[in-house]
């Protein structure tokens, strides 16, 4: 019983500070995120404010149970804090996250894929996501393309025209490529909403859906740290396998709602931060530290 309380006090203790390091200017630069309301609190010295970020579990980039957090967390919260604002982080349902900046009741949203003009929000009736949400620029991300059930033969051919009428699996909130979401706003597939990466793949694998949509590593990375007995996560990864062709490939983005005071301003600055990470090789050799540590 001892060795069971020591344990549970050292999770705890492990949990109640999340370290980040990054450099800037040739100097290293350590922030301990803090333990705060339902997420973490990263402060900068002399900082022009706090901004709250909400994410959801998205491994193998970001996720609450990944080592460090994922190479995302981390990517964020110094990009925010080398730019001097405080950032307070917290994992939610994507649905929920998209709604809270959408409406003003955070600050962040992250990682989005980019945004077209049209696409319509469903939480402001008569409103584009664009009208609602500022886009940074770009930082490093990854293939998006089609799952199907392991063995079957692919359905597509390069053209999203070759899918008219499949039953598509997404998850809902997410953007994925420009020409899918308006063919899907067009009501040109049979679309099946889930409310996250795992429930899309046991939609597929149940043959409720003829393909499933989104990251190849995020879609098997969702059975990996899922909640399942390790029968249930290899019955699921054996049911399913990529497409041969991918559909394009898409970088990553944070998306500030326009009701963020100054918006324009912050959005300026975490540009700024992002050009410099990006500029001095550190976006690269953060992604790779992290990925090599947590390997």
Same mark, same amino acid.
């Given at each position: 019983?001892?060795? +069971? ?37 990263? /402060?900068?010295? $002399? ?24 190479? *995302?967390?981390?990517?964020? *919260?110094?990009? +925010? ?9 917290? #994992? ?8 809270? *900046? ?21 939480? *402001? ?12 620029? /770009? #930082? ?15 359905? +597509? ?5 070759? =899918? ?22 067009? $009501?040109? +597939? ?20 003829? =393909? ?9 990375? /969702? ?38 005071? $100054? ?13 410099? #990470? ?18």
């Amino acid at each position: 019983m001892r060795l +069971f309380l020591i344990l549970i006090l050292f999770s705890s203790y492990c949990f109640a500070e999340v370290p980040v390091t990054y450099m800037q200017d040739d100097t290293r630069h350590t922030v301990i995120g803090e333990r705060y309301k339902s997420g973490y609190l990263f /402060s900068a010295p $002399n900082s022009k404010g706090t901004i709250h970020v909400v994410t959801e579990d998205w491994p193998p980039y970001i996720g609450n149970k990944l080592c460090n957090k994922g190479w *995302v967390y981390q990517f964020a *919260v110094s990009t +925010f804090n080398s730019a001097g604002y405080n950032i307070y982080i917290e #994992f939610v349902p994507w649905a929920r996250a998209v709604r809270a *900046v959408e409406l003003g009741k955070a600050d962040i949203l992250l990682p989005e894929y980019f945004i077209e003009d049209t696409a319509p929000s469903d939480y *402001v009736p008569n409103h584009t996501r664009r009208k609602l949400l500022g886009l940074s620029n /770009s #930082f490093s991300g990854g293939n998006i393309g089609f799952l199907k059930r392991k063995g079957e033969p692919d359905r +597509f051919n390069g053209n999203l025209k070759s =899918l008219k009428g499949a039953r598509i699996g997404v998850v809902r909130g997410y953007q994925n490529t420009p020409e899918f979401d308006a063919m899907m706003d067009n $009501n040109e +597939f049979i679309i099946i909403h889930a409310v996250d990466d795992l429930q899309l793949v046991k939609l597929l694998a149940a043959g409720r859906v003829d =393909l499933i949509i989104g990251d190849p590593e995020v879609l098997t990375y /969702s059975v990996k740290y899922a909640s399942l007995a390790e029968n249930e996560k290899r019955a699921l990864l054996s049911a399913v396998e990529p497409e041969s062709k991918v559909i394009q490939y898409n970088p990553l983005y944070f998306a500030i709602s326009k009701k963020t005071p $100054n918006w324009l301003t912050v959005l300026e600055d975490i540009n700024t931060a992002l050009y410099k #990470f990006k500029n001095s090789g550190e976006t690269q050799r953060m992604k790779q530290a992290l990925l090599n540590e947590c390997d």
